[in-house]
């Protein structure tokens, strides 16, 4: 399994829930259902905070993508509604190497509404070839804190598998679900995550579900800043290039859900 370090990931932020956890004044269960929020667009969806489909042809303001070694790009090749959305690419990786194509977003940690945690909806395209090889992993959503020695938490994929790794605790925090993203077509990932000392994660992929408990997710100073898109650090393995699609972004402070 490749671990998540990089200098440019001391740049940024985390956060994480727990059964039971009372999280925007309100107490959640683990298994709490999907909202009718709409699969498709940013038009009446309860909670969110940041709403991004991709339709507007550039990125706002909001976005960062300065760290990228690939910025992602704003396609009308592969959209899952609409007209448009993100391309995110990386080329052919040796063992050992680090590259990224993500979106990153700094801005919505200080709201209230976030103070307890966050959810995360998206849309995913893999075309029929997408790989990620043996015990590689590639970071699809990662929080972490400005500064400090916490690496973050991530909602990963794998060879077969998806999961949630946690380095802001000693040991790693892992779990892992038998899933993967659809192939030549749209996969709907959810993943929630809750600032406590005692804190939790779920991870929503392709039917399946990961769990991380009783984790600590409360660093000082806090978490501030959400990474999107395509992330390997420290491969164990070459890794053939990767394309995805994401469209229909949601970040808010109840779970999305995936519409009709």
């Known amino acids: 399994m490749a671990r998540l370090e990089s200098s440019f990931w001391a740049l940024v932020a985390l956060v994480v829930t727990t059964s039971c956890t009372v999280f925007n004044g309100k107490t ?3 298994d709490a259902g999907s909202s009718p929020s709409p699969s ?17 042809g550039t990125l706002s303001s909001l976005w960062q ?10 396609e009308t090749s592969q959209p899952h509604c609409g007209t448009r959305s993100l391309h995110l690419h990386s080329r052919d990786l040796a063992p050992g190497e680090s590259f990224s194509s993500t979106l990153i977003e700094s801005e919505t940690f200080s709201k209230p509404s976030l103070s307890g945690g966050f959810y995360v909806r998206a849309w995913v395209y893999a075309r029929r070839g997408f790989t990620i090889t043996r015990d590689n992993f590639m970071a699809l959503f990662e929080a972490h804190q400005a500064t400090g020695n916490y690496l973050g938490i991530a909602a990963q ?19 892992s679900t038998d899933a993967s993203l659809t192939r030549d077509g749209w996969t709907c990932v959810e993943w929630r995550v809750a600032i406590a000392v005692t804190g939790s994660s779920e991870l929503w992929i392709a039917g399946a579900s990961a769990s991380l408990d009783q984790t600590n997710t409360s660093p000082t100073p806090a978490y501030d800043a959400l990474i999107i898109g395509i992330f390997f650090s420290g491969l164990q393995y070459a ?22």
């Open 157 to 175: 994929l794998g060879a077969t598998t998806a999961a949630i790794a946690n380095w802001t605790t000693t040991p790693l925090g892992f779990a």
């Open 28 to 30: 959640l269960q683990e």
């Open 239 to 260: 890794q053939p290039a990767v394309d995805l699609w994401i469209d229909d972004l949601v970040i808010g402070s109840q779970r999305i859900g995936c519409g009709p």
């Open 65 to 74: 993508t300065a760290k990228s070694d690939q910025p992602p790009l704003i």
């Open 40 to 56: 498709c667009g940013c038009a009446n969806v309860p909670g969110a905070v940041v709403c991004e489909d991709f339709e507007g």
